[in-house]
């Protein structure tokens, strides 16, 4: 099996390497797995017309196990835990992969949410555009200021730049956004990351920035409308 020491100076086979390693775990554990985080944004993005161009590997891959896969999985590989971060990972050919698993993350979104809706690029199942969104908006809330922030607020604008050109189901995302969630994708849909897209070119920022800015105003509206016990007349006083 090679490692990625084998591949140091090819950074597109280290990746390359990655994916396949991913889809051989997925298959192990399939249905029970899914991929979420940078890998799951980068399969969505390159295979999409609009985003391919803005793509971004990732050095280490996150899935979201059930807990029967999760007794599985320990079976054979040795996993470490953080209690803190509530998740679990393990090192497979020189890669590093955290692992949520069912009822026992803190992630926003459920584990048979996000596994009812995945879908599959290239023999991998990854979460919906709709589910990683909130996904990435929790984790960008949590670690805005460091340099994983800023890769997450990238990979929430590929997001709202799918879902500008493709179905995506709006009242499915903000069933799972928390206040801080859309403030914080207010502030990525206001901020420079739009020019580390296109590779600083100012117009296709700009015009990147409109698409997004329109995504956002639709889930900002959704997540803003009351629901219906809100909107029941509150029982008199006294």
Do not use: W
């Not at 026992?104 to 949410?113: F, K, R």
């Not at 979460?127 to 460091?146: F, I, N, P, Q, T």
């Not at 329109?214 to 409308?225: C, Q, T």
């Amino acid at each position: 099996m090679a490692s990625v020491a084998s591949f140091a100076r090819s950074p597109e086979a280290i990746f390359a390497a990655l994916i396949a390693k991913a889809a051989n775990i997925g298959r192990l554990y399939e249905p029970d797995l899914v991929f979420i985080g940078g890998l799951a944004a980068y399969l969505h993005a390159t295979n999409h017309s609009l985003t391919a161009a803005y793509a971004e590997a990732t050095a280490d891959a996150a899935f979201y196990i059930s807990l029967s896969a999760l007794s599985d999985l320990r079976e054979i590989e040795e996993l470490s835990q953080n209690s803190r971060l509530t998740k679990h990972a393990f090192q497979k050919a020189g890669f590093s992969f955290d692992v949520y698993a069912e009822r026992q993350s803190s992630l926003p979104v459920p584990y048979d949410q996000v596994a009812a809706f995945a879908v599959e690029y290239d023999g991998v199942r990854v979460a919906s555009l709709e589910h990683l969104l909130v996904l990435k908006l929790g984790a960008a809330v949590d670690r805005h200021a460091s340099e994983h922030g800023r890769k997450d607020a990238k990979d929430a604008l590929r997001i709202l730049l799918l879902a500008s050109t493709s179905e995506f189901d709006t009242e499915r995302a903000v069933a799972f956004m928390q206040d801080e969630h859309i403030e914080r994708l207010g502030i990525i849909v206001k901020g420079p990351e739009f020019l580390a897209l296109p590779g600083g070119n100012a117009k296709v920022a700009k015009e990147l920035r409109v698409r997004c800015q329109d995504v956002f105003a639709r889930l900002k509206d959704a997540h803003d409308a009351p629901t219906q016990s809100d909107a029941q007349p509150k029982p008199p006083k006294g």
